[in-house]
């Protein structure tokens, strides 16, 4: 359930109408307040405040149609210079970037203040009769609407700055990071888990018995969340193990294998234990970065892909790509590695989860980097330039391994594409240095 409302919460946040929605209906709760405070005070009648009282119902209904009029067609500019700001993400960035742009508060915020002005005025026009020779009445309501268009040309100003400064490709990278550093400290945190019967082992040397029944997905998608606590208390209740083929951000067909329950219960249907298990694992058209740190480092890749394209051919957009990836993969080889398998208050293995390891977190980082920049001796020194500093902090023997097997496709690479001798045998030299560096680990 918790898993499902975080989705939720973030489709939201994602959203173009949430906070204009929320905006406009905190528009027309404020002019119905400001009415009824009206029939209870005249501002004329405060000491000061007379100078900036209406008495004209016919000019305080012009100036409101104005401000109506004026907001909504900057709603229309602010709507249309987004469109714009999309369509250059989408291009220059790749599509998955769009999605940033639509969960940048400021551009909410900015779409929210121009339709909830206009809602506010158009409330507060209505409520204003032209035969009402009692007007001061309505003198509060009214110059609310003057402050809030006055609010207004702020906003515009800042939505202008806040799109200039959106779309540089630093402060892309940038914000990507800083979602992946979040991503990072949510899934991998720095403190031992705690967890009783959590440990880590190597899937395939488990001994978990012959008697298995495999389960398929039902419909196709990405995985966006599983439920992890229902099914180690599912596979706890019916003294049964349960070992995960996917994780969240891998794509399921229907006719994927999703799990495979190991002793299963004889007294449950197959076809109810199939739905029971997919309904602890939520799909959707297209992945997130709720659950799947590696969402974050596909889009920073994509983005570093692009720039090596002859099309673009800007390796220093690459170049910092690289160092905002270094930077997560890093944060996660000092962490504890994620426990993988579970066991229940009497010591027995009740789930076993599919958990990325660094050799996948490498290959997801560089390997498209490495495929349309391999050609190029300065992308090249530059990424062994940084996978040296992982080095350094690479102390685990599978990390090291992984590094080490990643350096022999990186070698191989160069021989085959490089074709300055120059950069070869520098190349060469950063190779043999992180190989002498991992050896000494």
Known sequence: MKQQLLHLAEKLRASFWMIPTLMMIAAMLLSQLLQLLDGAYRLSDL????????????????LLSTIAGSTITVAGTVFSITTVALTLASNQFGPRLVRNFMRDRGTQFSLGIFLSTFVYALMTMRGINAADSAFARHDI????????????????????????????????????????????????????????GAECREASKLHLGEDCLNVYGDIGGYVLSIERQKLLDWATENDCCILLDCHPGSYIHHWSRIARIYQPPRQIDSDRITSLIDGTISTGHQPTAEEDIVFSIHQLAQIAVRALSPGINDPFTAYSCIDRLV??????????????????????????????????LLAAAFDEIREYGRS????????????????????????????DAYLDRLAEDCDRFVEDRFDRD???KKIRSIRVLIARR
């Open 47 to 62: 000491p000061g405040f007379g100078w900036i009282s209406l008495e004209d119902p016919d000019s305080a209904r012009s």
């Open 141 to 196: 309501s009214v110059h609310v609407a003057v402050l809030l268009s006055l609010i207004s040309i702020a906003v515009l100003i800042y939505f202008i700055h806040n799109v200039a400064l959106s779309i540089q490709v630093d402060n892309i990278t940038y914000h990507i990071n800083r979602e992946f550093s979040e991503a990072i400290d949510t899934h991998y945190p720095s403190a031992r888990r705690t967890d009783e």
């Open 327 to 360: 930077d997560g993969i890093g944060k996660v080889l000092q962490r504890p590695q994620l426990p993988n398998c579970f066991r229940d208050g009497d010591g027995r293995l009740r789930l076993v989860t599919n958990v990325l390891d660094f050799a996948d």
């Open 376 to 403: 190029s001796g300065v992308v090249m020194r530059h990424l062994l330039n940084k996978l040296h500093e992982l080095a350094q902090i690479c102390t685990r023997t599978a990390d090291r391994r992984a590094l």
């Open 426 to 428: 520098i190349i060469g």
